[in-house]
């Protein structure tokens, strides 16, 4: 899980990026963008780069422009995954950074946004996320899910999916590779929309060079999906 495309094209991180703003919820530092009288929150869950990576709040921007209230915690403690620390490698890391503690993290997120009013929440998961993602739709704590570029997420984790959920693949990538995904299709028993991205590699929408037209338009492309599958079915 940690091969080469779960860390590659890292992203420069900066803390001040994005048109919203930092707040705490349930005492998680997160990125917040758009308004809370929505009623609808989409909430992003990272890929192992954090919640300060500027295409992640770019398109926590997007989302919330469309009318959602967005929140983007920082499951990662103020650590997210640094490649270039050889003291800290991704084992290392991943021990005090599972999955299966943002998923914890995660519901008091959800009960914290419940208690603010809001009334439908959906679920996006970057690689890493996507796993956290797949847990809350597995116990229904949310009311869609999307999964981009999926990692750690099994055929079981799947089969036990209780609430619409859209996979978006690539077709370069050795941590979903299109088959994994095309069996995701086959078994899956609820709403949903699988796509996998021709000539796209892992971690596409979230880690690609602004400069590259190409890039940013296969971004886009997947952003646009994401944003209709939410339309359909958080209201």
Not at 123 to 148: D, S
Not at 172 to 186: A, T
Not at 204 to 216: E, I, P, S
Request: charged share 20%; aromatic share 10%; net charge negative.
């Amino acid at each position: 899980m940690s091969g080469p495309q779960c860390c590659s094209n890292p992203p420069i991180l900066d803390p001040a990026s994005g048109a919203g703003h930092v707040e705490k919820l349930a005492g998680f530092n997160t990125y917040v963008s758009g308004s809370i009288q929505s009623n609808l929150t989409i909430l992003l869950v990272s890929d192992i780069h954090g919640y300060e990576a500027p295409n992640l709040r770019k398109l926590a921007d997007k989302v919330a422009a469309a009318g959602f209230y967005v929140v983007a915690p920082d499951f990662f403690y103020g650590e997210p995954f640094v490649r270039d620390k050889p003291d800290r490698p991704f084992p290392a890391w991943i021990k005090d950074h599972g999955p299966d503690k943002g998923f914890e993290d995660a519901k008091l997120i959800i009960d914290a946004l419940k208690s603010k009013g809001v009334s439908s929440i959906g679920a996006a998961g970057f690689c890493w996320g996507a796993k956290v993602v797949v847990e809350l739709a597995k116990v229904a704590l949310i009311q869609a899910a999307v999964m981009l570029h999926p990692s750690f997420v099994t055929v079981d984790d799947i089969k036990s999916v209780k609430v619409p959920i859209a996979i978006l693949g690539a077709e370069i990538d050795n941590l979903s590779p299109p088959e994994l995904v095309k069996q995701f299709d086959e078994i899956l028993k609820v709403d949903r929309f699988v796509k996998i991205f021709p000539k796209c590699a892992h971690g596409w929408t979230v880690r690609y060079d602004v400069n590259d037209t190409t890039a940013v338009s296969c971004a886009n492309e997947a952003h646009q999906d994401m944003l209709e599958w939410f339309a359909k079915y958080v209201k």
